[in-house]
C-alpha cells in the first residue's frame, strides 16, 4: 500500500558514488508512477539541502524527504523508495526478527566505504537489474510498430 504522506519522496543521493548513482539509475527507471524525486546532493551548485539537514549529513547517509515533510535516513529511506517503484519484496528481509537491527548497524559501515567498492563489482550487481528496467521503460514508450513517444 503507497501511504499518501510518504509520497511524493524525494532522494538526496550521491551520484559521484558508483554504487549510489548505479542504484539511484535502477530506481529512476523504473519510476513509472513518479512517486520519487532525485537530488544529486554532488551536483555542481547544490546547496539546498532539506531544512535541519547539513550538506555533511547528506553525503554521510542517505536522505529522503516525505510528502509530509518529514526527513527520513538510512535503510527506510531504502523501504519507501524499492516499495514506490514495485519492488517492496527487495527490503522483506529487513522486516525479518533481528533484521532490521542488523541493517540498521550494517547500512552506516556501507555509506562509509562505499567509495571503496569497486566499480566492476557495482556494475556487476546492478547491470542486470539497470538494463531490464530500461528495458522495460522503452517497451512502454514504443509500439509494436517501433513508434516511439518521447
Known amino acids: 500500500m503507497i501511504a499518501r504522506s510518504v509520497y511524493p519522496l524525494t532522494l538526496y543521493y550521491e551520484s559521484a558514488c558508483a554504487l549510489c548513482n548505479a542504484e539511484m539509475?535502477?530506481?529512476?527507471?523504473?519510476n513509472h508512477a513518479g512517486l520519487l524525486h532525485f537530488?544529486?546532493?554532488s551536483a555542481p551548485g547544490f546547496d539546498e539541502?532539506?531544512?535541519?539537514?547539513t550538506v555533511d549529513e547528506l553525503l554521510e547517509l542517505i536522505h529522503a524527504v516525505q510528502a509530509d515533510g518529514t526527513v527520513i535516513r538510512g535503510v527506510p529511506v531504502f523501504e519507501h523508495a524499492y516499495r514506490a517503484v514495485?519492488?517492496?519484496?527487495?527490503?522483506a528481509p529487513v522486516r525479518l526478527p533481528g533484521m532490521r537491527a542488523l541493517a540498521d548497524r550494517l547500512y552506516p559501515w556501507l555509506a562509509r566505504n562505499r567509495h571503496r567498492v569497486p566499480r566492476?563489482?557495482?556494475?556487476?550487481?546492478?547491470?542486470?537489474?539497470?538494463?531490464r528496467a530500461a528495458e522495460?521503460?522503452?517497451g512502454r514508450r514504443c509500439d509494436a510498430g517501433g513508434s516511439c513517444r518521447l
Do not use: I, Q
Open 25 to 30: 539509475t535502477n530506481l529512476m527507471l523504473r
Open 39 to 41: 537530488v544529486d546532493v
Open 49 to 53: 539541502p532539506p531544512p535541519g539537514v
Open 86 to 91: 514495485g519492488l517492496g519484496w527487495v527490503m
Open 120 to 131: 566492476a563489482l557495482v556494475h556487476g550487481l546492478f547491470e542486470t537489474s539497470v538494463r
Open 136 to 138: 522495460r521503460a522503452a
